[in-house]
């Protein structure tokens, strides 16, 4: 089975946790053709890119393995799966093989207890009582100016509001409000894939 990985499949590393105590959560695992992270906190689930064959059962991947993957639109990272092994190799924009890093053979981590049931984990159903989009640059600069141990915490009165911040976990808070046109309210659906509501409704 052929797997394509690009920047984002990969950036779910950053998902994984590095405490020792909980060795599975260091994986990203491959489950019947998604892509899922966790560290206890937080969980990000993806569908996979799957090229050729399909996969059924559970595989890890091992997150410093796949962190020294390189994928980009010259170089894509293609991973293949057998029985017993995994390597990644490169292709370019033509689906020709290209040596760019070496490449990765290696083993999936395996172990008797499986990787957490997550679809369990979603509600039934899309129905929101309340949503709100921020634009993801926007977010990602916020978070830049806050500290990695602070507490954020996000309100908003009204549609068409402000959103006003606050992180106070330190000796001078900082503190603020995101003007309502990197909002968007009006055009904003919440929905879900629909392969994901239908493996919901089974649970």
């Known amino acids: 089975m052929k ?4 920047e984002y499949d990969i950036a779910m ?5 590095q405490e020792a105590g909980s060795p599975l959560l260091h994986n990203v695992c491959l489950r019947e053709g998604k892509l899922a992270a966790a560290d206890g906190y937080m969980l990000v689930v993806r569908e996979a890119d799957i090229k050729d064959g399909k996969h059924e059962g559970e595989t890890l991947l091992p997150a410093s393995i796949i962190k020294t993957i390189r994928s980009t639109p010259k170089h894509q990272a293609e991973m293949i799966l057998d029985d017993t092994s995994l390597s990644v190799q490169y292709k370019d924009g033509l689906d020709r093989p290209v040596e760019f890093d070496p490449i990765l053979n290696f ?9 957490p049931k997550y679809m369990k984990l979603f509600p039934k159903g ?12 926007l977010l990602k600069k916020l978070l830049a100016c806050l500290p990695d141990d602070g507490m954020l ?10 959103l006003e ?11 603020g409000m995101i003007m309502p046109m990197f909002t968007d309210w009006q055009d904003f659906k919440w929905t879900r894939h629909p392969e ?8």
């Open 3 to 6: 797997i394509k990985l690009d």
């Open 165 to 175: 911040f606050h992180c106070e976990d330190f000796d001078r808070p900082i503190y």
């Open 107 to 115: 083993k999936p981590y395996t172990d008797s207890q499986p990787f």
């Open 196 to 203: 994901t509501v239908k493996e919901e409704s089974k649970l």
């Open 126 to 137: 899309t129905t929101k009582k309340a949503h709100i989009a921020v634009r993801v640059k």
């Open 13 to 17: 590393v950053n998902a994984t946790t």
């Open 153 to 162: 915490r996000i309100g908003i009165n009204k549609p068409n509001d402000p």
